[in-house]
T-cell receptor, first 114, second 110 residues
Framework: GDSVTQMEGPVTLSEEAFLTINCTYT??????LFWYVQYPGEGLQLLLK?????DKGSNKGFEATYRKETTSFHLEKGSVQVSDSAVYFC?????????????FGGGTRLMVKP | NAGVTQTPKFRILKIGQSMTLQCTQD?????MYWYRQDPGMGLKLIYY???????DKGEVPNGYNVSRSTTEDFPLRLELAAPSQTSVYFC?????????FGAGSRLTVL
């Protein structure tokens, strides 16, 4: 079945540092890929998405490129802020899955220190 | 728009008790989902629905039941609570490949 693997956290960075959170996937079809963010005490919010190979999703300074050859969707940001502290989830949705459900990675906690 | 509303936000249950987690969406979405999030883990799908009157099991359905009598509501029922059901529960709705999540319901079974 489909699966998503992302780097374990926590990741601790200083403000303005460069961020990379690795995400790789396995899927039988041609999935859409997502990054969700969960701020403390809140639900998940869609951060960005990409629906086909070589697409780049971007939002709020974050970006990720759908790499079919390496089955990866790594999240990057050039300069993190304290307000970026949250848990980040990589996910996929495979049209072959009944109900278009999302398959999630385990989440990566990011802590940004001033 | 309120989006996806879940109640209650927090609940403590004793082993063997029953309860229902409520979920309501006002976006007229056909697809609705219930996930659970265990500490340090990703979200796992419990049940989903593709429209009123239609539900199906996800990855971890044991110990839960759902119903979908209207487009707006998708309650999750725990009949005999067990400590293994201690988790944070998220309801989501969405069309196609997008999903909007509720704020979550934290359930503790003691």
């Amino acid at each position: 079945g489909d699966s998503v693997t992302q780097m374990e956290g926590p990741v601790t960075l200083s403000e303005e540092a460069f961020l990379t959170i690795n995400c790789t996937y396995t899927a039988t079809g041609y999935p859409s890929l997502f990054w969700y963010v969960q701020y403390p005490g809140e639900g998940l919010q869609l951060l960005l998405k990409a629906t086909k190979a070589d697409d780049k999703g971007s939002n709020k300074g974050f970006e990720a490129t759908y790499r079919k050859e390496t089955t990866s969707f790594h999240l990057e940001k050039g300069s993190v802020q304290v307000s970026d502290s949250a848990v980040y989830f990589c996910a996929l949705s495979d049209i072959n899955n009944a109900g278009n459900m999302l398959t999630f990675g385990g989440g990566t906690r990011l802590m940004v220190k001033p | 728009n309120a989006g996806v509303t879940q109640t209650p936000k927090f609940r403590i249950l004793k082993i063997g008790q029953s309860m229902t987690l409520q979920c309501t969406q006002d976006m007229n979405h056909n697809y609705m989902y219930w996930y659970r999030q265990d500490p340090g883990m990703g979200l796992k799908l419990i049940y989903y629905s593709v429209g009123a009157g239609i539900t199906d099991k996800g990855e971890v359905p044991n110990g839960y039941n759902v119903s979908r009598s209207t487009t707006e509501d998708f309650p999750l029922r725990l009949e005999l609570a067990a400590p293994s059901q201690t988790s944070v529960y998220f309801c989501a709705s969405g069309e196609g490949i997008r999903a909007t999540f509720g704020a979550g319901s934290r359930l503790t079974v003691l």
